[in-house]
């Protein structure tokens, strides 16, 4: 499913660079290597998903649903409109302002709801029933799972490329789309390398869920820095991948989030958001949870407001 | 000598891609595509000319010495340190303390000038005497140009796969070495291809010399936010070059340079320099100057003190 998609999204995602800097290593004290997910349209891996389940669909499809906290919106509705199929996108109040703008750019129906209060899934379902719209969401889904997958298909090759064929492969996860999309395509393309998902402290359903063995869910549910990544839980799907393949999960904070940040824009020149941040996190600043002399991070998306960006150069000057 | 000197930086130097965004296009009122040398090692297009003229010493060179404001400084320091020859930068004491640091810690000596009161060329010279050092222009050399127009080679393959044939192509430039180089592979390589090069207010001679036909001379000599390109005249190799192959120079504000710093942030997930963005300035702001259905941009660095880039966001905002 994972090559179907790729010749699917041929042409229309790009193969993202896996990017390093000799500053990064030295903060890591190993190589570091960042495929840059950020640099993809719509500013995240998303744009894989949505294409994928898009383009997958029946052609009696009368258009798509999705929930989102913004990236996956801008993926679905990017690809809806290359498809001439109307979107809406249910996407938390409390979104980026930024990413509200861009998917509402992209032609498509926002309708904003209470992350705290609200059942945004009964919301959906009932718009999608209404309306004769297709749900896509936004990691349990086999096809946004293959999408996310050819990103691993690239790493594979370019970690070869570079030289790397044993090391850990850090995932920034929220549901896991990504994480198991990964860790299927490097098990067939790279088996020396092992995915390990990254989560946000306070959100980290999926490191807790690998160590208990079952689907485990966080407390909190907003409010915090890494607003891609909040999901409650992995996903239905998602996670027995993720059991059967990756490593161990890995926990950030936010100020560790906000200064890979800060090293990112330094050493890479790149914008990456708060939750497309923790992986590179993890690799800087829990180097011991890491093994191998080098490590792979995904710099999974650049969807970030203005302000949080200079708060995280500043908090990282004033760290230094 | 440009296909010579690709091979020769063939796996040393990255093939930088060829970005875009929708958000672009609406501010610009065309198709903009942005060749991101700013993702280039040591974050700048500096890499390519660094390594050319490097990788094509005698064999008996005893080292390097190279005058700078700080990105042909980090190229050339990077290419010499990988050859395993000592490297000496000359570079003025206001270049921006990352630009500095990065320097030395690609293993260069640094040799800090006053850029107002002290003559570099003499300085340069001098030390090149004493220890045998062949310098390294930062524009006015054929390997560093033929290096720079490497750039040019795979922007004419990147912008025929985007079905980009008849186009301007906006280019930040200082002495010329990355317009007189991307130029020359363009003539060869993609004839509806025309560079054009972009200066900041106040450092404009290369546009007044080649609207007078000679070289012109700027007043100004230090003091401007655009670093990386305030060099006082085109070069005499550049100049003629220039002279047949390019189109009329623009010339942008450094309000603009800013505002574009920040739509490269928001768009594209990119850094720019504030030097590195005038090319897209001019896209967005002066595109009563520019031909075509599409326009071509280069941005040719990244390497940006955390406080600028911050301001660059602040006054992006304040204007919006």
């Known amino acids: 499913m994972i090559e179907a998609a790729a010749a699917r999204l041929a042409g229309h995602v790009r193969e993202t660079p896996l990017l390093s800097a000799p500053g990064l290593d030295r903060i ?37 649903i999705a929930l989102s906290s913004g990236n996956h919106a801008q993926g679905v509705a990017r690809a809806a409109a290359a498809f001439g199929l109307p979107a809406v996108i249910v996407m938390p109040a409390d979104a980026p302002a930024p ?57 594979a090759a370019q970690a070869a490329a570079a030289g790397v064929t044993q090391a850990d492969v850090l995932i920034p996860c929220g549901g896991g789309g990504l994480t198991a999309g990964v860790a299927l395509a490097l098990a067939a393309r790279a088996p020396g390398l092992r995915g390990r998902p990254v989560e946000p402290e306070g959100f980290d359903d999926t490191a ?39 490593g161990p999960g890995l926990v950030v904070t936010e100020d560790e989030a906000l200064r ?8 890479l020149k790149i914008v990456l958001e ?18 191998g002399d080098a490590v792979i991070v995904i710099g999974s998306g650049g969807n970030v407001a203005a302000e949080t960006f200079r708060m995280a150069l500043r908090q990282s000057g004033e760290m230094q």
């Open 99 to 155: 990413k509200i703008a861009n998917t509402r750019a992209l032609g498509a129906e926002v309708v904003l709801h209470d992350r705290a209060t609200e059942d945004r899934e009964a919301l959906a379902a009932g718009i999608a029933d209404a309306r004769g719209l297709t749900l896509i969401r936004p990691f349990d889904d086999p096809q946004v799972i293959a999408g996310q997958g050819t990103a691993g298909l690239e790493l």
């Open 274 to 291: 708060p939750g497309g941040a923790v992986a590179l996190a993890a690799s800087l600043f829990h180097g011991d949870a890491v093994t």
């Open 28 to 64: 890591a004290g190993r190589r570091v290597l960042l495929k840059a997910e950020c640099l993809q349209h719509v500013g995240s891996f998303k744009a894989r998903g949505g294409w994928a389940a898009v383009s997958a669909l029946d052609a009696g499809a009368r258009g798509v």
């Open 208 to 246: 807790r869920s690998l160590a208990s063995g079952r689907i485990e869910v966080n407390d909190a549910r907003a409010g915090a820095l890494c607003d891609a990544i909040l999901t409650p839980s992995p996903g239905r799907i998602t996670f027995p991948i993720m059991a059967r393949l990756c």
């Open 260 to 267: 890979a940040m800060a090293a990112a824009f330094e050493h």
